[in-house]
């Protein structure tokens, strides 16, 4: 299988009027993740506002990434590193 890279902006994108995830994408991404793929959400929003959405959607455990302050920043959530 070949690997695939799902990049997904958060805010009107991923999450609703409420800024929540809704159960069903949820559980799609999850399911992305556990067919091997990779994903990486991406925001204007600064690091520590986009750790919640991380760890909603497992990204740590599957290997996700974070593209924070326009892309400014790239961290991997599994080690940290930037």
């Known amino acids: 299988m070949t690997e695939k890279v799902l990049v ?3 805010d009107g994108t ?3 009027s409420d800024k929540e995830i809704t159960d069903n994408t949820r559980q799609a991404i999850i399911d ?8 990486m959400l991406a ?3 600064p ?8 760890k ?7 290997g996700g990434y974070l593209l924070s302050f326009n ?3 790239i961290i991997e959530c ?3 590193d930037i």
Do not use: A, C, F
Request: proline content about 3%; cysteine-free; overall charge positive.
């Open 8 to 10: 997904l902006d958060i």
């Open 14 to 16: 991923l999450t609703n």
């Open 32 to 39: 992305v993740q556990k067919r091997g793929h990779i994903v």
């Open 43 to 45: 925001s204007g929003r």
């Open 47 to 54: 690091t520590p506002g986009m750790r919640r959405y991380e």
């Open 56 to 62: 909603e959607l497992e990204l740590e455990k599957y």
């Open 71 to 73: 892309g400014g920043r």
């Open 78 to 80: 599994r080690t940290g």
